[in-house]
């Protein structure tokens, strides 16, 4: 399929007030191309040298028509690309997906003015993710719609296959479809949870509002028909038939309702490996922003961990967890590391610390590193321009930089993860 029939098949046909024709400069920090030109314009999906016909809203544009289309253009994985809101870059040769990711990094850094070996982006989209939000919703009729949401919309795109998925996930639509027929009763909307354990499903519903004896009956069938390992409502359990969880290291952890996961397997083992390598020999670890943890857990195998997080159930989960034979003490802590980030007093005897903040980084405790006397910092990080901001503090306290490792756990998005290792 050539790239005018893409366009004319994937992108849906409207009226335009006023259509400009433009060329794109690069491919943005959000996967949208950036128009070259006085009046700046963010396109999606379209590459760079592309010649296209565009009609501007607010800030963004659509793309109505490519007029030359570039040579890296490829056909993309998945029939649903152009109208799903979850991929935004399938359409463009690999190497040089992967050098603008690399470079997505790259230019956090050089914003700034931060110098550091920059590794090649490593591949961690293995089997898939593991992890997916469906939406469900009654539309006006009778009918249900299930699928991800639209392109900076609310809008549900109904779908009934992702390429992007783990096998695990693979029934999500269908059984998504069935839950949402159970309770879905009004216009409001659904989101389903998804996670693949080796349980089997987990499944968190949020917004169906209370489920009572009826509801709950027809959902512990639909689980027991599906071999879903839980269904809980906002994490309260409706029906539980296996554990839902994952071996991690030599640990097992029953994973709360909706916790956080590294997006695909491959990246938890990706981002677990340079954080086990950049730890080296060290006695006493760290782990702030452990989550159910993956770094825990691991570093546990060969060293004493003290592993902080604000999600109670998180904790919990990683202290039973790190109750398996063979590991090293795991001392855990739930606080807020915004509010209260762990002081140089509280992290005397620690020889590295390891941190994997959200996106928002984690400045307040990188602040009270830089008073510390911690050797090492290994920074994991899912924001190059927070992790950045967060670095020049770091730098402030004497750490150097010595190495970042890009990571793509997201493959098609404008996401990257990256691992950060400081000494002093
Ligand atoms: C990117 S996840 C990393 C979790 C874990 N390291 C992993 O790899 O699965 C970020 C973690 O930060 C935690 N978090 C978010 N805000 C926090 C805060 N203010 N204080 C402490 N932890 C927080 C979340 O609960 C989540 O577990």
Known sequence: MNAREWTARRLPSIA?????RVVIDHVGHQGDGVAAGAAKAFVPYVLPGETVEIAREGGHARLLKILRASPERIEPICPHFGTCGGCALQHWQEESYRAWKRGLVMDALAREKIEAEIAPLAD??????RRAVLHARRGEGKEIKTGFAGRRSHSIVPI?????????LSRVFEIGRRV???LVAKEKPLDLHFTATEGGLDLDVRGSGPVGERLTALLARLAAEEKLARVTRHGETIVQLAEPSLAIGRARV???????LQATQAGEDALA?????AAGKAKKIADLFCGVGPFALRLAERA?????????PAVSALSRAAKAPGLKPVETLTRDLFRRPLVAAELKGCDAVVLDPPRQGAEAQARELARSKIGKVIYVSCSPATFARDAKILASGGYRLLRVTPVDQFRYSAHVELV???ER
């Open 180 to 182: 949402a027929e159970i």
């Open 420 to 422: 950060g290792v400081f």
């Open 273 to 277: 490996k340079l954080v086990l390598d």
């Open 160 to 168: 009934d296959a992702c390429p992007v998925l783990a096998s695990g």
């Open 124 to 129: 961690a989209h293995g089997g898939g993710r």
């Open 304 to 312: 004493k961990v003290l592993a902080a997080d604000s999600d109670e």
């Open 254 to 260: 029953l994973l709360p309702p909706g916790a956080f």
């Open 16 to 20: 335009p007030v006023m259509n400009e």
